[in-house]
């Protein structure tokens, strides 16, 4: 999944910040501390996430839904291409990379094995960061600056009620939007009814 997804190796993950001995930073409002809304989104049952970047080298999107403890489906698109891909437990379905309008049922996926769904997850990825650098909150809003080799990454999230419902990050390399929605109340994941699953991997991924 991470090679079908290159935004989410912009360089955000290698940043090495010292993480910060807080329950959680102060939040305005009606909302929870930082730090609770994000233990509260990743332990929730599940979640969607609508996922966007856009950089030198084009933008893309992607749409998916996470089910704890060990499924995610969805689909990634970019250059008018999309790819579809389902985690069930320890193995990955990936399809061949088609017009966003084939219907589900039309599609075809390979098997490989993975790694684990939250290491691939976007929130498990990104909400990490929450207390990686100096923080300033504003109401619902937490901006985290985070300083490596020279370059500024800033990390904004927002809460809202129990859960963090948005991660932006302005990056060298690009910006991330992920807006996390329907928090517990997100469909099961499962591989679209009629889609051909065979061993092994496609030729070009994404192409």
């Known amino acids: 999944m991470r090679k079908l997804i290159p935004f989410l190796l912009l ?3 290698a940043v090495a910040g010292g993480a910060f001995a807080l329950l959680g930073y102060s939040m305005g409002g009606s909302s929870v ?10 332990g929730a049952s599940g979640y969607t996430e609508d996922l966007s970047q856009v950089s030198p080298q084009g933008s893309q999107t992607a749409k998916v839904v996470y089910q704890a403890p060990d499924r995610l489906g969805g689909w990634i698109q970019s250059a008018g291409r999309r790819t579809h891909l389902v985690i069930i437990g320890s193995t990955e379905y990936v399809s061949v990379s088609a017009s966003p309008s084939t219907p589900n049922g039309k599609l075809v996926f390979y098997t490989q094995q993975t790694s684990g769904v939250q290491n691939v997850d976007p929130a498990h990825n990104y909400l990490a960061y929450w207390n990686r650098g100096p923080a300033v909150t504003s109401g619902d809003t937490t901006t985290v600056t985070l300083h490596q080799g020279g370059q500024t990454e800033t990390l904004t999230f927002t809460v809202s009620g129990q859960y963090v419902s948005r991660f932006k990050a302005v990056t060298p390399g690009g910006t991330i939007v992920l807006d996390i929605s329907a928090v517990g109340s997100s469909p099961a994941v499962a591989l679209p009814k009629g889609a051909t699953v065979r061993s092994g991997q496609p030729g070009q991924l994404g192409q």
């Open 11 to 13: 360089g955000l993950l």
């Open 33 to 42: 501390a930082l730090g609770t809304a994000v233990a509260n989104t990743l």
